[in-house]
C-alpha cells in the first residue's frame, strides 16, 4: 500500500502480505501501524521516507525482501506500551 503527498492512514490488526513491492510505503504521510503482519512482501514489509511520521507497536515484520528500512522506529516492532 503506497501512501503519499500529506496521506493519513490507521493500520489495525492487518495482515499484509505478498505484494511484489512494498507492504507498507509511506512518502510525506502520517500513520498509525498497530498489532498488523507485514509477511513475505517482495520489496520492503514496511518502508517510511525522512518526512513521513509513523507511530504504532505489536507489528510483526518478516520474510520481506527487506523487512523495514532505516527511518522505522523499532517501537513499532515493540510490545504495547503500559
Same mark, same amino acid.
Given at each position: 500500500? *503506497?501512501?503519499?503527498?500529506? =496521506? /493519513?492512514? #490507521?493500520?489495525?490488526? &492487518?495482515?499484509?502480505?505478498? @505484494?511484489?513491492?512494498? !507492504? *507498507?510505503?509511506?512518502?510525506? =504521510? /502520517?500513520? #498509525?501501524?498497530?498489532? &498488523?503482519?507485514?509477511?513475505? @512482501?517482495?520489496?520492503? !514489509?514496511?518502508?517510511?521516507?525522512?518526512?513521513?511520521?509513523?507511530?504504532?507497536?505489536?507489528?510483526?515484520?518478516?520474510?520481506?525482501?527487506?523487512?523495514?528500512?532505516?527511518?522505522?522506529?523499532?517501537?513499532?516492532?515493540?510490545?504495547?506500551?503500559?
Amino acid at each position: 500500500a *503506497l501512501f503519499s503527498d500529506g =496521506s /493519513v492512514t #490507521s493500520i489495525f490488526m &492487518s495482515e499484509i502480505t505478498g @505484494n511484489l513491492l512494498d !507492504g *507498507l510505503h509511506l512518502e510525506m =504521510s /502520517v500513520a #498509525s501501524v498497530r498489532q &498488523s503482519s507485514f509477511l513475505a @512482501n517482495v520489496g520492503y !514489509g514496511i518502508f517510511i521516507d525522512a518526512e513521513s511520521l509513523v507511530a504504532g507497536y505489536e507489528n510483526t515484520v518478516s520474510g520481506n525482501g527487506t523487512d523495514v528500512s532505516p527511518n522505522v522506529p523499532a517501537e513499532l516492532m515493540e510490545k504495547r506500551p503500559e
